[in-house]
Nanobody, 118 residues
Framework: QGQLVESGGGLVQPGGSLRLSCAAS????????MSWYRQAPGKERELVAL????????NYADSVKGRFTVSRDNAKATLNLQMNSLKPEDTAVYYC???????????WGQGTQVTVSS
């Protein structure tokens, strides 16, 4: 009965920054690989960033490398995504994902809208 709640989305101008957060509950957060996904209108859902259980390894989509930073706080059971130098192409609904043992348990948040526009 895991739950994930995203926050921090909104409207920002190109070149601006946003920080997304995901609050987890109902499961042992530190046992789960955490990820951010996004989906733009007319496009498939894509993986944006991933961080391992202890937070010692991360992976990013090529399109966001150098601009986005994923982090986690296991004591607070929160996942974060710092987004800098935002581009209109980053506009999408961003989803928090928790994954235990290669998908034996998976939880999704409801998503938060990020709009990059002047």
């Amino acid at each position: 009965q895991g739950q994930l709640v995203e926050s921090g989305g909104g409207l920002v101008q190109p070149g601006g920054s946003l920080r997304l957060s995901c609050a987890a509950s109902g499961f042992v957060f530190s046992f789960y690989t955490m990820s951010w996904y996004r989906q733009a209108p007319g496009k498939e859902r894509e993986l944006v960033a991933l961080i391992t259980e202890v937070g010692d390894s991360t992976n990013y989509a090529d399109s966001v490398k150098g601009r986005f930073t994923v982090s986690r706080d296991n004591a607070k059971a929160t996942l974060n995504l710092q987004m800098n130098s935002l581009k209109p192409e980053d506009t999408a609904v961003y989803y928090c994902n928790a994954n235990f043992h290669q998908g034996t348990r998976v939880y999704w948040g409801q998503g938060t809208q990020v709009t990059v526009s002047s």
